[in-house]
């Protein structure tokens, strides 16, 4: 089981370009989640999605940013016109379904600059 | 929504002394209550978890205690080690997990030699 796959690892873009941070669960795992974490703070949720719905977006900026979990192949983090403030760590998370267990486990994130 | 403090924001120990790190949430319907450790620049990586029909559990070195009418959980490690220097933080969810993870500001130990 080759854990919670993200990439790229590092992302360097320009004020106004758009970033996509990918996503692959743990084999087996249908749940995932999107934190982001700024330098010296905790991580903040972001969204929860299970494949092709979007269950809870509490913590999604209402503009630029949008997530997907398509029934085949990664979950995507989008970013529209990236600016200096979206420069922070993603943090993608799975779970396995419910009733087989509940807990989380985190990918190696990606690290976004924006120039 | 969710609101879970942690204390302290930082913590020195000397090396085999215990770390005491607490927590408190706002949210009586919370039932998950699960501690990450974080070293620099990697990933969140779970150490221990304790749901709310538990009031203690330990693994090896570390314990997690649970005080359902005080809203409040501890992490405690005992014989520290250099190792154990992370970013720990509390988080707290319903549903036993299968629902959003609201995080504590994290405590950065530091184990002094």
């Known amino acids: 089981n080759a854990g919670v796959m993200q990439n790229p690892r590092h992302l360097v873009r320009r004020r106004g370009q758009e970033a996509r941070l990918r996503c692959s669960p743990m084999k087996g795992h249908s749940h995932v989640y999107w934190y982001r974490q700024l330098p010296e703070e905790g991580l903040k949720f972001m969204v929860y999605?299970?494949?092709?719905?979007?269950?809870?977006e509490s913590g999604m900026p209402k503009e630029r940013f949008s997530a997907e979990f398509p029934k085949e192949g990664p979950s995507i983090l989008r970013i529209q016109q990236v600016v200096r403030g979206d420069s922070a760590a993603y943090f993608c998370?799975?779970?396995?379904?419910?009733?087989?267990?509940?807990?989380?486990?985190f990918g190696s994130g990606t690290q976004l600059s924006v120039l | 929504g969710e609101n879970v403090e942690q204390h302290p924001s930082t913590l020195s120990v000397q090396e085999g002394d215990s770390a005491v790190i607490k927590c408190t949430y706002s949210d009586s319907a919370s039932n998950y209550f699960p501690w990450y450790k974080q070293e620099l620049g990697k990933r969140p990586q779970l150490i221990i978890d304790i749901r709310s029909n538990v009031g203690e559990k330990k693994d090896q070195r570390i314990a997690v205690t649970l005080n359902k009418t005080a809203k409040h959980f501890s992490l405690h490690i005992t014989e520290t080690q250099p190792e154990d220097s992370a970013v720990y933080f509390c988080a707290a969810s319903l549903n036993f997990g299968n629902e959003k993870l609201t995080f504590g500001t994290g405590t950065r130990l530091t184990i002094i030699p």
């Open positions: 998370a799975s779970s396995p379904p419910r009733g087989q267990g509940e807990k989380l486990f």
């Open positions: 999605l299970q494949k092709e719905n979007i269950i809870d």
